[in-house]
């Protein structure tokens, strides 16, 4: 469906869990963290039921993530389900990758499309910085699962922290010696990531360029979203920024987000959205949740305001609360 600028909405992403099994700086709070109790998170029947009046209104690809996503039980069991709702096209999953190794199998089976794997540093040392807790290892060991199968699509999720040109060569490295994609992302000032400069797009590139060479714009449209995509001669993947800040890109946004105690949200930065868990659970039927999903697209604000400092209606929630 079209929301009230006329962008056309297929996509939705939908987090699992507030849980993770890491605790990255500019995301998720060392300690002090209540996670929600199992009972106030959606069920993957609602979900699924969810998806399926989504499927109705023309969504088309669903995005799991989290918290960390393959920390909830029997994941695949959503994959495949999803997958079998008429419509929707495409499940992809976005990781830390920490568990990906042992999980994959199933969820290939299970019927995943593509897989992004939240990476910010092949240091570990830098990597344990970052994430306080995690072994950059295990997330290589995933990589190299993902590999394993040629025809799953891969991408690379990096948000430079604590990077310098070393490590960025490193993370784009990635895509010289493999056959994925390396996005680098600006830091958002959204929760925790309020704390740290983004390292913009041009910085980055002409980090990249004096090493790797010219990084010539792809001219056919990659993936889902905002990422746009550069080509380097010689790498067996492409080059991707997603750069929220330095080139906004609200107006082609075809986005909602489900958070896992089920708000439909509608804008990364502003708290607008609906409780469509409240409905499910006092009883509404599939053509109220519609209704509701519609008119609550229909108010997608048009734009975030980054650039310009908080505004009134900001979101208070931090990045693993709402997927990312
Ligand atoms: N745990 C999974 C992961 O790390 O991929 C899924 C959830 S995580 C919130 C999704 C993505 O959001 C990750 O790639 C993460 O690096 C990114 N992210 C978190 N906070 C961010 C921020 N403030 N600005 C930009 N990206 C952020
Ligand atoms: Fe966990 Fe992903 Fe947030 Fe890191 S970015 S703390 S892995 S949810």
Redesign the pocket.
């Known amino acids: 469906m079209k929301d009230g600028f006329g962008r056309t909405i297929d996509y939705i992403r939908i987090?699992v869990t507030d849980r993770?099994n890491?605790r990255?700086v500019?995301?998720m709070p060392e300690t002090g963290v209540t996670p929600l109790e199992h009972g106030d998170i959606l069920s993957y029947e609602e979900i699924l039921r969810i998806c399926g009046i989504l499927a109705e209104l023309g969504v088309t690809k669903v995005k799991l993530?989290?918290?960390?996503?393959l920390i909830r039980k029997n994941l695949s069991y959503l994959v495949a389900g999803l997958k079998n709702i008429s419509g929707i096209q495409k499940v992809t999953l976005?990781?830390?990758?920490v568990l990906l190794a042992d999980q994959l199998p199933e969820l290939m089976a299970a019927g995943l499309d593509a897989v992004?794997?939240?990476i910010?540093t092949l240091d570990e040392g830098k990597y344990h910085q970052v994430t306080r807790c995690g072994h950059r290892n295990d997330v290589l060991r995933g990589l190299e699962a993902a590999l394993f199968y040629k025809e799953l699509p891969v991408k690379i999720?990096?948000?430079p922290v604590f990077s310098d040109n070393k490590n960025l060569l490193e993370m784009a490295g990635l895509a010289k010696d493999h056959p994925v994609h390396v996005r680098f992302?600006?830091?958002?000032?959204?929760?925790?990531?309020?704390n740290?400069d983004?390292l913009s797009e041009n910085a980055i590139k002409a980090v990249l360029e004096d090493v790797y060479g010219p990084l010539v714009p792809c001219k056919e449209t990659l993936g889902n979203g905002p990422c746009h995509y550069y080509t380097v001669d010689g790498f067996l993947g492409k080059i991707g920024f997603?750069s929220?800040i330095s080139h906004k890109f609200c107006h082609q946004c075809n986005r909602v987000r489900l958070s896992a105690e089920g708000y439909l949200k509608t804008c990364l930065q502003y708290d607008t959205g609906s409780d469509l868990r409240a409905l499910m659970r006092s009883g509404g039927d599939d053509r109220a949740l519609l209704e509701l999903i519609e008119r609550t697209i229909l108010e997608k604000p048009a734009s975030h305001h980054f650039n310009e400092g908080p505004e009134g209606g900001d979101e208070d929630r931090?990045?693993?609360q709402?997927?990312?």
């Open positions: 987090s993770c890491l990255c500019y995301c993530t989290g918290g960390e996503p976005t990781t830390n990758g992004n794997i939240s910010d999720n990096c948000v992302i600006e830091m958002m000032p959204i929760g925790l990531g309020r740290y983004f997603i929220a931090r990045m693993y709402i997927g990312g």
